[in-house]
């Protein structure tokens, strides 16, 4: 597509219930970066993928939390037992290599 | 702790005037700056980036200055247009143009006043 699109844009969810965030990215983008945005806090980084290479997990705050990509194109970030601190606006972002990142609209994530 | 820091969340400003938005960062090995502008609903957008080789880099109405012995960077926007009200998100990274882990500031809200 013309953009990266994330689903669902808004999401609500119990405490203790798993959820599934989805990002379709730019076609022909080999990477693809996953961030989220807490209430008063900056860009935080969780996961990055290129190309055929092992994810970056690095930011990944916890166990609870998960992602993969499929054929190198849509990626899917599972945040099992979600804990009312997860709640947060998730951004996905692709990127050729080396170039700059375009970034979804997100999804925001309510855990009550 | 914060390694990059815009230390106004908000910023108002005439139609006509310049903006400058202002982003200090901590960590001497960052080499690559960049400025993202976001919309509500939206996500950030690419506007404008420095290399640690360059003290200033113009795009149109966009000049970033790059003060690396103050270890600060500022956005200068002029003339400024209601358009361009969006939270601005100043990023550093530490290797030039890999983009992984991005540091990012908390954002300074810019409202263009007709």
């Known amino acids: 597509g013309a953009g990266v699109s994330q689903s669902p844009s808004n999401k609500v969810t119990e405490k203790g219930k798993d959820v599934e965030l989805r990002c379709d990215p730019i076609?022909?983008?080999?990477?693809l970066y996953w961030y989220r945005q807490s209430l008063g806090q900056g860009l935080e980084f969780l996961i990055y993928?290129?190309?055929?290479?092992?994810?970056?997990k690095s930011g990944l705050p916890s166990d609870r939390f998960s992602a993969e990509r499929t054929g190198g194109s849509v990626s899917t970030l599972t945040i099992q037992r979600t804990q009312q601190e997860d709640s947060a606006v998730y951004l996905c972002?692709?990127?050729?290599?080396?170039?700059?990142?375009?970034f979804g609209s997100g999804t925001r994530l309510t855990v009550v | 702790d914060q390694q990059v820091k815009q230390n106004s969340p908000s910023l108002s400003v005439q139609e006509g005037r310049i903006s400058i938005l202002n982003c200090d960062y901590t960590?001497?090995?960052?080499?690559?700056f960049l400025w993202y502008k976001k919309y509500p609903a939206e996500g950030p957008t690419f506007l404008i980036s420095?290399?640690?080789i360059k003290d200033k880099n113009e795009d149109g109405r966009f000049t970033v200055f790059l003060n690396k012995s103050a270890k600060h960077l500022s956005l200068h926007i002029v003339p400024s247009q209601p358009g361009d009200s969006a939270v601005y998100f100043c990023?550093?990274?530490?290797?030039?143009?890999?983009?992984?882990?991005?540091?990012w500031g908390l954002g300074t809200s810019l409202a263009v006043n007709p």
């Open positions: 972002a692709s990127s050729r290599r080396g170039g700059g990142y375009t």
């Open positions: 076609s022909g983008h080999t990477a």
């Open positions: 993928f290129q190309g055929n290479s092992a994810p970056d």
């Open positions: 960590n001497s090995m960052f080499d690559y």
């Open positions: 420095i290399s640690s």
């Open positions: 990023a550093a990274s530490e290797n030039a143009g890999n983009n992984r882990k991005l540091i």
